[in-house]
């Protein structure tokens, strides 16, 4: 028997048992999904329910290194925050493969479907392209957004993102930010 089919306790409770050796990014899948974690729980059928709203999708560029470590070091503080983080970047990349792409695509609309709430990088001159459709996603959908915007550039500093990412999202500037907007989110 595996650990999440024991009686009497709920999937999530099984989930953060687990921890971290069931990455949060193969949850979402599928066991016939190609991206499909061995011995992950198949929660694609599972309505969201409380239990599952503390998961933030964290939206944001990866094709740097800085980008990518920015983003681990937030994810970090967020999950030591006790927040579930879907990180798309530890989901994979796309590539020539035979439906990679597809894939990657459908695991990330189901960690966005399944989130409380998404927290965006929002950093640079314009939001990087794939950021700004996570998070038009989530607000057509009504997932509460928080842009994290810390450049300082003029004349972005004061506006900090894009009109259409001010009005859909609570904007913030630093990773404390982020921590004080979600507690005031209701997952």
Known sequence: MI???EEGSSLASKVI??????????LCLAP???????GAPDITNMEKG????SQVYL???LFSDAERAFNLKLRDILTANGYLVYLPQEAGEGGEETGRDRAIFENHIRALDAAGCVVAVCDGADTDSGTAWEIGYAAAKGIPVIALSTDRREPWAGKRANLMIRVSA???????GVLAALRSVTF
Request: proline content about 24%.
């Open 170 to 176: 609570e904007v913030v500037g630093t990773p404390e």
């Open 17 to 26: 048992k687990n921890w971290p050796r069931w990455p949060l990014q193969f």
């Open 50 to 53: 409380p239990e599952l709203r």
């Open 32 to 38: 016939d999904h190609p991206l499909f974690y061995p």
């Open 3 to 5: 650990p999440f089919q």
């Open 59 to 61: 939206a944001a560029p």
